[in-house]
């Protein structure tokens, strides 16, 4: 902790930070106020490597697609050296991660070369590189913003059909249970595409979450009321996180720091010592960046 540190609320919300918020406000204090790093996981090492895999597979056609897909991925785990061998994992670990990955991206394939097949059988495209033009994303990690509510974000892809219509997507390779849907993800979606409407003045037909461990796609259609309460979110978040106290940001049960959170004395010092650090000028500030 750096002494008489000053603070300041976030400048510009996202969607992970909302749903850091929603989840646990001490989080997103620590995270997003204070500026504690994240922990490195080999979670989030994956994700990044498999998101860059995709977004460099949709660059160009090539005939050998899987072998494409491959090449990127070798490429992009070998750049990533660094980062894995901080984690200091145990070699048979790191290889199990390794063949996940692979998995996940194998799995993306054979989705995406059903549908290619699904064109060429319907007479929609006339070989595999129009099918793949067909199929391929109208935009790649597309930034969207609207400074008005000081929110923005990155949405993996947008996709434009035959018929116009237009789908925004987000890559996951986290894991699922079930047939529920977490709501972390419908809130992510729901701000994107009220984003997206307000950067681009186009409402998209629907949003839709890839779990590619699993090569399932679940779709929403993007409603009125879906944007309104996105709007709505975001607005309340806005007003509940311009404060830079600490107490005004409660920790729940699972907090990543639980061991600040927890209701007895030692812990309690530890909090206050936190305060003192961070020094009383800082106090409460409800005024807008």
Same mark, same amino acid.
């Given at each position: 902790?750096?002494?008489?540190?000053?603070?300041?609320?976030?400048?510009?919300?996202?969607?992970? *930070?909302?749903?850091?918020?929603?989840?646990? =406000?001490?989080?997103? @204090?620590?995270?997003?106020?204070?500026?504690?790093?994240? =922990?490195?996981? $080999?979670?989030?090492?994956?994700?990044?490597? #498999?998101?860059?895999?995709?977004e460099?597979?949709?660059?160009?056609?090539?005939?050998?697609?899987?072998?494409?897909l491959?090449?990127?991925?070798n490429?992009?785990?070998?750049?990533?050296?660094?980062?894995?061998?901080?984690?200091?994992?145990?070699p048979?670990?790191?290889?199990?991660?390794?063949?996940?990955?692979?998995?996940m991206?194998?799995?993306?394939?054979?989705?995406f070369?059903?549908?290619m097949?699904?064109?060429?059988?319907?007479?929609?495209?006339?070989?595999?590189?129009?099918?793949? @033009?067909?199929?391929? =994303?109208?935009?790649?990690?597309?930034?969207?913003?609207?400074?008005?509510?000081?929110?923005?974000?990155?949405?993996?892809?947008?996709?434009?059909?035959?018929?116009?219509?237009?789908? +925004?997507?987000?890559?996951?390779?986290?894991?699922?249970?079930?047939?529920?849907? =977490?709501?972390? @993800?419908?809130?992510?979606?729901? $701000?994107?595409?009220? +984003?997206?409407?307000?950067?681009?003045g186009? #409402?998209?037909?629907?949003?839709?979450?890839?779990? +590619?461990?699993?090569?399932?796609?679940?779709?929403?259609?993007?409603?009125?009321?879906?944007?309104?309460?996105?709007?709505?979110?975001?607005k309340?978040?806005?007003?509940?996180t311009? *404060?830079?106290?600490?107490?005004?940001?409660?920790?729940?049960?699972?907090?990543?720091?639980?061991?600040?959170?927890?209701?007895?004395?030692?812990?309690?010092a530890? $909090?206050?010592?936190?305060?003192?650090?961070?020094?009383?000028?800082?106090?409460?500030?409800?005024?807008?960046?």
């Amino acid at each position: 902790m750096t002494e008489n540190k000053e603070l300041k609320p976030q400048a510009r919300l996202s969607p992970t *930070s909302i749903n850091t918020y929603i989840n646990c =406000p001490r989080c997103y @204090y620590m995270q997003y106020i204070y500026g504690v790093q994240t =922990p490195p996981s $080999i979670h989030l090492v994956k994700g990044r490597i #498999v998101h860059s895999v995709l977004e460099d597979f949709f660059k160009t056609y090539r005939k050998d697609l899987d072998a494409r897909l491959l090449s990127l991925f070798n490429k992009l785990w070998d750049k990533n050296k660094k980062d894995l061998d901080r984690l200091e994992l145990e070699p048979e670990e790191i290889s199990k991660h390794r063949t996940d990955c692979i998995n996940m991206i194998m799995e993306y394939y054979h989705m995406f070369r059903r549908q290619m097949n699904m064109l060429l059988d319907l007479g929609k495209a006339e070989n595999d590189s129009h099918a793949y @033009y067909l199929l391929k =994303p109208k935009f790649r990690e597309l930034w969207v913003e609207d400074k008005d509510i000081h929110c923005c974000g990155y949405i993996d892809r947008v996709n434009e059909d035959y018929d116009s219509n237009i789908t +925004l997507g987000d890559y996951k390779t986290s894991s699922k249970y079930g047939l529920n849907f =977490p709501e972390d @993800y419908k809130r992510q979606l729901s $701000i994107y595409a009220l +984003l997206y409407r307000n950067q681009e003045g186009i #409402v998209a037909d629907e949003v839709a979450v890839d779990f +590619l461990r699993y090569g399932e796609v679940y779709r929403y259609e993007v409603t009125d009321d879906m944007l309104t309460k996105a709007e709505a979110l975001i607005k309340a978040t806005w007003e509940n996180t311009r *404060s830079v106290d600490i107490d005004d940001y409660a920790p729940n049960p699972y907090c990543h720091y639980k061991e600040l959170c927890k209701d007895d004395s030692e812990s309690n010092a530890r $909090i206050q010592k936190i305060k003192e650090l961070i020094g009383d000028k800082n106090g409460k500030d409800d005024s807008a960046v």
